[in-house]
Every structure is written in C-alpha cells, then in structure tokens.
Nanobody
C-alpha cells in the first residue's frame, strides 16, 4: 500500500522561501511519476510539478516555472518542492501524488492513483 505524507507547509511571506516534503512508503518507486498539485478554495486542483523517480526528469506548471523546484532523494524515499519567491496566489493546500503508469509530462490529477492528505501553504503579502 502506497502512503504519501506531506510536511513543511505553513505561513510564508511573499518573496521568501519554503520547502515541502513528501515521504513516500509502501513500494519500490522505480518507474513512478511523483507529482505536486495544489488546490485553492473554490478552484480546481492544479498541477504544480512532477518528477520521474528513476531518472529525475522534471516537469513544471507554467505558473511556478522558474520559482519552484521539484527534486527527490531516493535514499530517503522523499520528494521535495522548494518554493522560492512565493506569491499570495500560491496560497493553497499542496498535495503529493504518485503513479506508476503515467505518460511523460502528464498534468492531470485524474491520472494519479495515490495521494497524500495535503499541507496548507499560506503566502502573505
């Protein structure tokens, strides 16, 4: 059973930085896509970034490209989202997701099978 647990959320000032972590367990994740999504109140779940577990190929949503960085540390079974220069519009619940059978660069939340519980990120202006 795949389990994903996010941590690191909280309150951050615009222009600051914050790092989210996703601890993954229950499986060998070789071949998996690991993704970060976010959802603000009243909005649909939005793709933020993804990384392939085996080769570390990364993909980013247009709204975070150049500001956020996704990475993984295979020895710790952990995926990170480094948020630099966050903006108030980045405020949302951030979710970690995983799937073994994605097409490269897939950005649809419907294609991910496994999800964490989410962590709140609030960016103050």
């Amino acid at each position: 059973q795949v389990q994903l647990e996010e941590s690191g959320g909280g309150l951050v000032q615009a222009g600051g930085s914050l790092r989210l972590s996703c601890a993954a367990s229950g499986r060998n994740f070789n071949g998996y896509h690991m993704g970060w999504f976010r959802q603000a109140p009243g909005k649909e779940r939005e793709f933020v970034a993804a990384i392939t577990w085996t080769y570390g190929v990364t993909y980013y949503g247009d709204s975070v490209k150049g500001r956020f960085t996704i990475s993984r540390e295979r020895a710790k079974n952990t995926v990170y989202l480094q948020m630099n220069s966050p903006k108030p519009e980045d405020t949302a619940v951030y979710y970690c997701a995983a799937d073994p059978n994605l097409s490269p660069g897939s950005r649809s939340p419907d294609e991910y099978d496994y999800w964490g519980q989410g962590t709140q990120v609030t960016v103050s202006s």
